[in-house]
């Protein structure tokens, strides 16, 4: 059985998809979703899904003790689902390429600190981007710069705004995601 802890801290879309997608494979397991946000939606979808939440602080992030106990019992991957926290060294190196982020865009560009979700979509409109997409990658040290598994591209019109190019993501995030999830595990 392949456990499978899902980090988040937003509305948990994504965590919720890769739940659904998973919720017929026998051999792999979601065991938690863990926010570090108590107010995150996630934990209502967490909940609806049947699936063990905890919230942890940002300090508790740092300190990493219990949290990295709880992922070394629970998880043989982790997967980072709108997760915005920096993902600290020891847990890293517990979990060598076992730690993976969806970024929306096309990283190398419009990646590291501070560059996620709308701040992401609108410096793609701002720069007048032709295309913009997904990049599904390991979790190193830095932000956005893991290994890249997979990229997807959408285009982006003159026309779109930053919620059109939103849009236009997380149709790629929720038909990219869980199967790269699933390619990388069994792998």
Do not use: C, W
């Not at 934990?43 to 992922?71: C, H, P, T, W, Y």
């Amino acid at each position: 059985m392949i456990k499978i802890a899902i980090l988040a801290s937003g509305s948990g879309s994504n965590a919720e998809n890769i739940a659904h997608y998973f919720s017929d494979d026998k051999n792999v397991k979601i065991t938690y979703i863990l926010s570090n946000k108590r107010d995150a939606f996630v934990l209502e979808r967490a909940k609806k899904l049947g699936i063990n939440s905890q919230v942890f602080s940002n300090k508790e992030m740092k300190e990493q003790v219990d949290l990295l106990n709880l992922l070394k019992v629970e998880a043989d991957f982790i997967i980072l689902a709108g997760f915005l926290l920096k993902v600290p060294e020891n847990i890293i190196e517990a979990f060598p390429n076992k730690i993976i982020n969806i970024h929306p865009a096309l990283l190398p560009n419009y990646g590291g600190k501070g560059m996620y979700g709308m701040h992401v979509h609108n410096a793609i409109k701002e720069n007048k981007e032709t295309e913009t997409g997904i990049t599904i990658h390991f979790v190193n040290e830095n932000y956005d710069e893991g290994a890249i598994i997979y990229q997807a591209k959408t285009e982006v019109l003159p026309e779109d705004t930053a919620e059109d190019i939103a849009k236009k993501v997380h149709q790629l995030e929720y038909e990219h995601f869980p199967r790269v999830i699933k390619e990388t595990i069994y792998k």
